[in-house]
């Protein structure tokens, strides 16, 4: 029989006229994909270890969750534009003839394929998680998690397969390719208009340009904006007879009059999400570790923090020691000066250094031994 | 080389093996399949869909260096700002997420890039309707020595 028959449409000799479907540009572009992939991947496994608590977990530095979690996010953005051009210049390999040469080429396929699916929708989740936006049903931060590793042995198993060619075009040969200069950088220019158009969310100096990040300081109670409101949680009105209960060897249970009676402390902590957004406020209120002296906790205890929400996944949380001893670890009674906002975990909330922002529990209720 | 390929290859297969493995085997993931499901769609609605569309694009609208330029910037835009585009007037019981005026901010971003793909036309016509002029003045000026020779 004869195969040709069937080579048809984008199978057809020539049916990319482009002539920036090349290896050189297809190397140089996997290079910034990759960057942006290890970085992503980097980040997103500290953020990953300080949410479940495992490994070591510092509580310095104070800005260093701020600071990968921010990385994270404005690096999985970036690999948008990357993707698709990476994507679109190797698109022709994709009808490729004959389709597959013998048991390896087609693994090597195989492996490319995987690779592209898994990074397409890591990437998709990601994007949409920054907005909140679920319309999968499949748990985000699992899959998320469980798919970047799938990827990141895709991109292995594509760096070995692929490393002669790779190696061949590392430096440019011969004359450059015409119009291939200005393709990279327009990938790399917009991956800069990306960048610059959402990474105001975290970085302080660039909230002017913030034209589509999730959240803006000018949004939200007391200039700061909140992942989970009062009222998703249910916490709008509290109970009359709120009181702190604080058990170890010894309880107390303290009104609110008895904790702004206690040496206040103020500190400047940022409030980081896992979803990309930061900001930073002043948070006043008593030292945690004040807080567990005062019942006798040894210094070497894991606290664990119960709020007064109902529901929900993050309505306790686990401290480490490291932070729960911190001197800059507060329950703030006060932000920006003002009492804390219901949005913000009125009566009082935990606020940690170096901490993903959904452990930094509000309306708390409980602080006990773990 | 050959060493590194084969230690490379093991690496990946052993990694996706593990990612594959959590995909599988996590107790909060109650249908693996959907993931699939959602994967493979990914990738038809991605390389069947987008990119001959792209290819398409590029190939009537994208011929030189400027109007590509300004189409990759506007197409990365889009793809990161669309989901925020969508989703900004849900009602998602939180004020915070989603504050600002993201359809207005893209269509002005659009509109610059098209201004800028504009302007970028213009001044690649003009240059060019200038030195065509200028090669005439240069032949016309060459035709007389020709005849004398």
């Known amino acids: 029989m004869n195969t040709e028959f069937f080579r048809r449409g984008p199978f057809r000799e020539g049916a990319f006229p482009s002539r920036l479907h090349e290896p050189r540009s297809a190397v140089v572009l996997g290079r910034w994909l990759g960057s942006a992939l290890v970085v992503c991947l980097a980040t997103g496994l500290i953020s990953h270890a300080l949410q479940e608590g495992s490994g070591p977990l510092p509580s310095r530095p104070v800005n260093g969750y701020r600071v990968t979690q921010g990385l994270h996010v404005i690096s999985g953005l970036a690999m948008i534009p990357l993707l698709g051009a990476k994507l679109w210049t190797v698109y022709p390999r994709l009808f490729e003839w ?6 390896l080429h087609a693994l090597e396929r195989l492996g490319v394929a995987l690779l592209v ?26 899959t998320h998690y469980w798919l970047a590793w799938t990827a990141a042995g895709g991109l292995l198993l594509h760096l070995g397969a692929k490393a002669p060619t790779i190696a061949e075009h590392w430096r440019r040969r011969g004359p450059e390719v015409p119009g291939r200069r200005g393709f990279l950088t327009a990938v790399a220019a917009s991956v800069g208009l990306v960048t610059l158009t959402t990474a105001g969310q975290t970085v302080p100096w660039l909230g002017r340009f913030n034209l589509f990040g999730a959240r803006s300081p000018d949004f939200g109670p007391q200039g ?21 209960t604080v058990k170890g060897p010894d309880q107390v249970r303290l009104t609110l009059a008895d904790l702004e009676a206690m040496p206040q402390y103020t500190a400047r902590l940022p409030i980081a999400c896992v979803e990309g957004w930061s900001f930073s406020a002043e948070w006043t209120g008593v030292r945690l570790r004040d807080l567990l002296d005062l019942v006798g906790l040894p210094e070497d205890a894991a606290v664990k923090i119960t709020s007064l929400e109902r529901r929900g996944y993050f309505r306790t949380s686990e401290m480490a020691a490291s932070y729960a001893r911190d001197p800059l670890t507060l329950l703030a009674l006060k932000v920006n000066g003002e009492p804390l906002a219901p949005d913000h975990g009125y009566p009082a909330r935990i606020i940690a250094p170096n901490r993903p922002g959904v452990l930094q529990t509000k309306w708390v209720k409980t602080l006990e031994a773990l | 080389m050959r060493a590194y390929r084969v230690s490379m290859v093991l690496a990946g297969v052993c990694v996706i093996a593990f990612g594959l493995h959590g995909l599988v085997n ?13 994967a493979l769609s990914a990738v038809v609605v991605h390389d069947g ?21 300004v189409l990759i910037a ?8 669309l989901p925020a585009v969508l989703r900004e007037d849900a009602d998602h019981g939180n004020p915070t997420l989603l504050p600002l005026s993201y359809q207005h901010h893209l269509l002005l971003l659009l509109g610059a890039c098209a201004a800028v793909a504009g302007a970028a036309w213009t001044v690649e016509r003009l ?12 032949s016309s000026r060459r035709r007389p020595s020709r005849r004398s020779r």
Not at chain 1, 98 to 103: D, E, K, L, S
């Open chain 2, 26 to 38: 996590d107790p909060q993931i109650a249908e693996p399949a959907d993931i699939l499901v959602w």
């Open chain 2, 127 to 138: 240059r060019r309707r200038r030195s065509a002029r200028g090669e005439d003045e240069v």
């Open chain 1, 117 to 142: 699916a898994a990074l397409l929708l890591e990437v998709f989740t990601g994007l949409l998680n920054t907005v909140q936006w679920y319309p999968w049903p499949f748990p985000f931060r699992e």
């Open chain 1, 98 to 103: 004959p389709p597959v040469r013998g048991v």
């Open chain 2, 49 to 69: 869909l987008w990119l001959p569309l792209a290819c398409l694009g590029g190939a009537l609208l994208a011929r030189s260096t400027a109007p590509r330029f």
């Open chain 1, 224 to 244: 700061l904006p909140v992942n989970r409101t009062a009222e998703q949680a249910g916490t709008v009105e509290i109970p009359e007879d709120w009181r702190l």
């Open chain 2, 74 to 81: 506007a197409a990365s835009v889009t793809a990161v700002a």
